[in-house]
C-alpha cells in the first residue's frame, strides 16, 4: 500500500515535472516567435526607412540637378547678353572712328580747296 502511494507519488511528481516543462518549453517557444516577429518587424521598418532615404536622396539629387540645368542656361543667357553688349559697344566704337576719320577728311578736303 505504501508503495502504491509511493508509486502514485512519483508519477503524480513526474507528470507534474513533465507539465512543467512543457509550459517552459511552450513559453520558450513563444518568446522565440514573439522575438523573431519584433525582428522582422524591426527589419522591415528599417528597410521601409531606407527606401524612404534612398527615394528622397534620389529627389534631392534631381532636383539639385534641375537647379544646375536652369543655373547654367541663365549663366549661358547672361553670357550671350555680356557679349551682345560687348558686340554693341564695340560696333558703336567703329561708328564712331568711322565718323570722326569721315568728319577729318571732309575738314581736311575742305581746308586743302
Known sequence: M????????????NKA???????????RERREAEQRKRL??????AAAAQAQR???????????AEQRARD???RQ???HQVEERKRAIWE?????????LQRERERTERLER
Open 77 to 79: 543667357q547672361v553670357n
Open 40 to 45: 522582422d518587424e524591426l527589419r522591415a521598418h
Open 2 to 13: 505504501v508503495d502504491d502511494v509511493r508509486d502514485i507519488t512519483e508519477t503524480a511528481e
Open 72 to 74: 547654367d542656361d541663365r
Open 17 to 27: 515535472s513533465v507539465d512543467a516543462i512543457d509550459r517552459a518549453r511552450l513559453a
Open 92 to 100: 558703336a566704337s567703329i561708328s564712331r572712328r568711322e565718323a570722326l
Open 54 to 64: 534612398e527615394k528622397r536622396d534620389e529627389e534631392r539629387r534631381r532636383r539639385q
